[in-house]
């Protein structure tokens, strides 16, 4: 097929990422605005000046580092959709929430409107079968996790806190009591099965799982019912329906927090730690850093941010030099 030669706006929004020392196609600047993850060219100029907007050739140059053939950039484009916050945008990133958490459903082959409702013995029995096909054909992981994160460390010189959380969050027993709750909600999963399976994988001392029963305990005497306020109060189904009713305002503030919260984190890891090697051991002394350490793997982390830093940074500098 053959392809229209550039607009003058696309060579012009081509020349200014140049000049951050990357390199940006017209194809791909098509490609992304019809993913909506780059504004209409109609949007590119700022109408006082004519110039094309900083924050346009920002998106572009970003878009360039991290897009490649083949690879998806995941939640990167829900950050952009969530900023842009157009009817549009919102859209999509509610249609791409949506179908990622209904992604255990899917690959078990289940229909998530099929679960059924209710507290009667039928409806409780088949939940049950729903939760165990969710896990059929799933393979535990059995390293520990929290063991292999300290083994890194220490290698590296750095000193963690004593254990206090579980070693595997990916454990058999945990799973299958996760997959209950995604299933069948808080309902079918009392919390005091919860934490007799939180206690067989715990690693440490038992005075937080404890200090969590007497919190919950000294919660339902005075008449609440802290399950109630759980993500998952509603199981899986109930998760879905919120994201679906959400304002579109609330969706996008959401995702934009969370991907400001993983973008800092990465930020710090990768370029921050090459200078001060301690940054990454005060990061992960932090216990929920740490966990998030220990369950997402931090290494292949690393390795994915380390791939992106060189360029990212050029095109910082170069953009801070531009700017001045």
């Not at 780059?38 to 346009?56: S, Y």
């Not at 595997?168 to 808080?186: D, K, Q």
């Amino acid at each position: 097929m053959t392809r229209t030669a550039p607009s003058a706006l696309e060579r012009a929004l081509i020349a200014e990422v140049g000049k951050c020392d990357i390199t940006v196609s017209a194809p791909q600047l098509e490609r992304w605005r019809g993913q909506l993850w780059l504004a209409p060219a109609t949007q590119w100029t700022d109408p006082a000046t004519g110039l094309i907007r900083t924050e346009i050739v920002h998106r572009a140059a970003w878009l360039s580092v991290l897009a490649r053939a083949g690879r998806s950039i995941s939640w990167v484009g829900w950050s952009f959709w969530a900023i842009d916050a157009t009817p549009d945008t919102t859209r999509r990133l509610r249609e791409a929430v949506i179908q990622t958490l209904q992604l255990p459903f899917q690959r078990a082959d289940l229909d998530i409107t099929q679960i059924p409702e209710g507290d009667g013995d039928d409806a409780f029995a088949l939940r049950q079968v729903i939760a165990a096909q969710m896990l059929s054909g799933r393979r535990g992981i059995g390293r520990d996790l929290d063991g292999t994160l300290r083994a890194h460390a220490a290698d590296a010189g750095v000193e963690l806190p004593a254990p206090g959380t579980v070693s595997n969050v990916f454990g058999r027993s945990l799973v299958e009591v996760g997959s209950r709750l995604m299933v069948g909600s808080t309902r079918d999963v009392s919390l005091e099965e919860l934490a007799e399976v939180w206690e067989r994988n715990w690693v440490g001392p038992l005075e937080q799982i404890e200090r969590i029963r007497g919190v919950h305990a000294a919660a339902s005497h005075a008449g609440v019912d802290l399950s109630a306020q759980s993500p998952l109060a509603d199981g899986l189904p109930g998760l879905i329906r919120a994201v679906r009713e959400a304002e579109d305002e609330v969706l996008c503030a959401a995702v934009e927090a969370c991907a400001k919260g993983s973008s800092a984190l990465a930020a710090v890891m990768t370029q921050r730690s090459p200078d001060d090697p301690e940054v990454l051991g005060m990061l992960v002394r932090d216990v929920i850093v740490r966990a998030v350490a220990a369950r997402a793997s931090v290494t292949n982390s690393v390795r994915m941010w380390s791939a992106i830093a060189q360029p990212a940074r050029r095109f910082e500098q170069r953009s801070n030099t531009v700017a001045r």
